[in-house]
């Protein structure tokens, strides 16, 4: 494909850990990925580490090398250190910068995992990619997807525990996140007129009201409004009857109430084949379903199926002509 | 088999609302499982409707009706009376006394499908088989499972809005429902060592009272306590894994704590095939997972799959050398 490899979509990837599995698995794909030519990419963080890493891993193909800067000596597979945890953070920070100037409304960052304590350990307050993302692109509020081979899942509420779900669920963070899917639908599900299933909150969602009101009160109207936006939105849909259908097809993306709710299901199916996807940043980001792996970290063990997944539908995310799909 | 012949395992079945496809699938059950003779099926229902049902949908094999007594003239099939729902109910109290007299340990019940509203017009107060049963047994305390061809799951807290099932979950809820599954486990599974995975209640099982202190508090105990009656039980298991582990056989037997975290994921790969099982009465009762579907009924359209698995799995609890395990 000449034509498009003259103007390719440029993806932006971190390093994560560098003493865990990120640099292998992002040679890995690279390299299993760079015959599809669909896509320019940009590698952010440590030149000497990420060099050895495509010295054994990458065989073939290109990719351009940016280096935050400081020094990493002796970084050893396996072996996390503050340097290493300072040095990922600063090539999230550095990819940030990048995508900013990057002159496309299209972008897409795909982050290989960091260890969150040792970056807490030099960072105090730093929680996940997400948060620190959220901050470095001024969102105020983003979506998180798992997108599988069976379906896609969107919880509206995350980490919280499970008796403040009820109180913690409103009629706004439904709609927002209903409106962040839609406008991401494409990036979701690779169609242009997915299907979504919208789930109830309680058994059998409620029945009418018998078995809790939140359905009636919270959840259909936000389904309401949000079909005025978009049409092909359903529910409340009791959860015992939502991922039937989307398993079979009917449902492309599924919105869960509750982290457990839209997970068990998913992670049920598509344990190790699904893809993080957040929403509502100043670019899509994805990331393998996975951590750092120090355990097993340079020893050429670690499958890049997850990542090259992630890359893949990042490429999704930021090309206008992403295997053909025209928008 | 002429030995197990001479002395059969009896099987108590309810015809449920005459209206309904409860006869229909019942007579096409014993036509399609007639040849295994595994069983003497006794039929407790109205007689000439179940006459009627047996002349056309079942072909040679043997079973006896007892009619509780009442007429029921006129009875249409996809019309629902105050008549049929005041038999079918009858039915259910005569099959109950059946029981009592029968001269075994090992008791079992199929109920096809009744009407609630309609039991609930002539019976004021009447919410279901189960509660109903729960009376004319004396059981304090009932377990429900649902037995899939992926694998069972046991919910601990039932029909209950979400917002109040932290607060309703009780050390003892859990330990008494571990412990009738415990029981019960060889007529769930057919195992005689079935592994039990304990679902958490938080996300990732709270990580260790970050997210909720119930698995601290509550259910670990409890775990560690049914651990010394039965070893092969492991939890809490967040959500998010103990479903995907049971997908993969590793567990045969999963205790949810709630209704849709155990029914999402059954569902979605059992919808169809499942079979409702409730353990704690003087007898094992199982009931196919449909109600009367009374806009087919008498059509010849209605599927007995589910009654049939209902069936076999009654004959698994009642028998002492079901299909050559023994006890």
């Given at each position: 494909?000449?034509?498009?490899?003259?103007?390719?979509?440029?993806l932006?990837?971190?390093?994560?850990?560098?003493?865990?599995?990120?640099?292998?698995?992002?040679?890995?794909?690279?390299?299993?990925?760079?015959?599809?030519?669909?896509?320019?990419?940009?590698?952010?963080?440590d030149?000497?580490?990420?060099?050895?890493?495509?010295?054994?891993?990458?065989?073939?193909?290109?990719?351009?090398?940016?280096?935050?800067?400081?020094?990493?000596?002796?970084?050893?597979?396996?072996?996390?250190?503050?340097?290493?945890?300072?040095?990922?953070?600063?090539?999230?920070?550095?990819?940030?910068?990048?995508?900013?100037?990057?002159?496309?409304?299209?972008?897409?960052?795909?982050?290989a995992?960091?260890?969150?304590?040792?970056?807490?350990?030099?960072?105090?307050?730093?929680?996940?990619?997400?948060?620190?993302?959220?901050?470095?692109?001024s969102?105020?509020?983003?979506?998180?997807?798992?997108?599988?081979?069976?379906?896609?899942?969107?919880?509206?509420?995350?980490?919280?525990?499970?008796?403040?779900?009820?109180?913690?669920?409103?009629?706004?963070?439904?709609?927002?996140?209903?409106?962040?899917v839609?406008?991401?639908?494409?990036?979701?599900?690779?169609?242009?007129?997915?299907?979504?299933?919208?789930?109830?909150?309680?058994?059998?969602?409620?029945?009418?009201?018998?078995?809790?009101?939140?359905?009636?009160?919270?959840?259909?109207p936000?389904?309401e409004?949000?079909?005025?936006?978009y049409?092909?939105?359903?529910g409340?849909?009791?959860a015992?009857?939502?991922?039937?259908?989307?398993?079979?097809?009917?449902?492309d993306?599924?919105?869960?109430?509750?982290?457990?709710?839209?997970?068990?299901?998913?992670?049920?199916?598509?344990?190790?084949?699904?893809?993080?996807?957040?929403?509502?940043?100043?670019?899509?980001r994805?990331?393998?379903?996975?951590?750092?792996?120090?355990?097993?970290?340079?020893k050429?063990?670690?499958?890049?199926?997850?990542?090259?997944?992630?890359?893949?539908?990042?490429?999704?995310?930021?090309?206008?002509?992403?295997?053909?799909?025209?928008?």
């Amino acid at each position: 494909m000449p034509s498009s490899h003259t103007n390719k979509t440029r993806l932006v990837l971190t390093m994560g850990d560098p003493a865990g599995i990120g640099p292998e698995i992002i040679m890995r794909s690279l390299a299993n990925l760079s015959k599809e030519r669909f896509a320019a990419f940009t590698v952010v963080g440590d030149g000497p580490v990420l060099m050895e890493a495509a010295d054994r891993f990458f065989k073939g193909g290109e990719f351009e090398v940016v280096d935050p800067g400081g020094k990493l000596p002796g970084c050893v597979p396996g072996k996390p250190t503050q340097e290493g945890a300072r040095k990922a953070l600063a090539s999230i920070d550095e990819a940030v910068r990048i995508l900013k100037r990057l002159d496309t409304p299209l972008k897409a960052l795909v982050t290989a995992p960091v260890s969150k304590e040792m970056i807490a350990g030099v960072k105090p307050g730093f929680i996940g990619h997400t948060e620190h993302l959220m901050k470095a692109f001024s969102s105020a509020r983003v979506t998180m997807v798992l997108t599988g081979e069976h379906f896609s899942v969107v919880p509206v509420t995350r980490h919280i525990p499970l008796k403040e779900v009820a109180n913690s669920l409103s009629g706004t963070d439904i709609l927002e996140t209903i409106a962040q899917v839609v406008e991401g639908r494409m990036t979701i599900s690779g169609k242009k007129d997915p299907r979504i299933g919208v789930a109830a909150l309680n058994p059998h969602g409620g029945e009418g009201g018998k078995i809790g009101r939140e359905e009636i009160d919270v959840i259909s109207p936000a389904i309401e409004e949000a079909r005025a936006m978009y049409p092909l939105i359903e529910g409340p849909v009791p959860a015992d009857i939502v991922f039937y259908k989307a398993m079979r097809k009917y449902y492309d993306i599924v919105i869960a109430m509750y982290h457990d709710q839209g997970l068990g299901p998913f992670k049920m199916v598509d344990f190790s084949s699904g893809v993080n996807m957040t929403l509502g940043l100043g670019c899509v980001r994805t990331s393998p379903d996975h951590g750092t792996a120090f355990d097993i970290a340079g020893k050429g063990m670690a499958s890049s199926g997850s990542m090259e997944k992630a890359i893949l539908a990042a490429a999704r995310a930021a090309s206008p002509t992403y295997f053909g799909i025209s928008r």
